[in-house]
């Protein structure tokens, strides 16, 4: 991985097809126009709205909600803020970490953790562009 000192915000890229996934493209007009099942950014769209359409869950059934699936997350200060694509659910975690899951069990996918000489700061969530996974790193790595 080239080290990359000179920006302030930098990405590690990760392919989802090298890591045997094979999802749709998240490109503009998905971006845009998300299907109703898919949480492809933070708050949910590009309007913050934080609301879903899907309407399977509601007030009448919401107390009979039951766990069917966790996930150990790393250790350290977590704030996942999940996205969700084609049924992959991507998030950060502490030390730099980032794990994609399948939403419906909690199958961990893939993890990967950037390895570093700096402590971890907290960040919001990971961003998807075409078949691309965007994770921003604490030590400015590329």
Request: proline share 4%.
């Amino acid at each position: 991985m080239t080290k990359i000192r000179s920006v302030l915000l930098s990405l590690v890229i990760c392919s989802s097809a090298a890591h045997g996934q094979s999802l749709t493209l998240a490109d503009q007009q998905t971006l845009l126009s998300p299907p109703e099942q898919d949480w492809l950014m933070w708050r949910g769209d590009y309007a913050n709205s934080g609301f879903s359409l899907l309407d399977q869950i509601n007030q009448s059934n919401v107390g009979t909600l039951e766990e069917v699936w966790t996930v150990d997350l790393e250790f350290g200060p977590n704030n996942p803020a999940p996205i969700v694509h084609d049924g992959v659910m991507y998030f950060l975690g502490a030390g730099d970490s980032l794990t994609a899951l399948n939403a419906s069990n909690g199958e961990i996918l893939w993890r990967y953790k950037h390895e570093m000489d700096v402590v971890s700061t907290s960040k919001i969530s990971v961003a998807l562009h075409d078949d691309k996974v965007l994770m921003p790193t604490t030590d400015l790595h590329l």
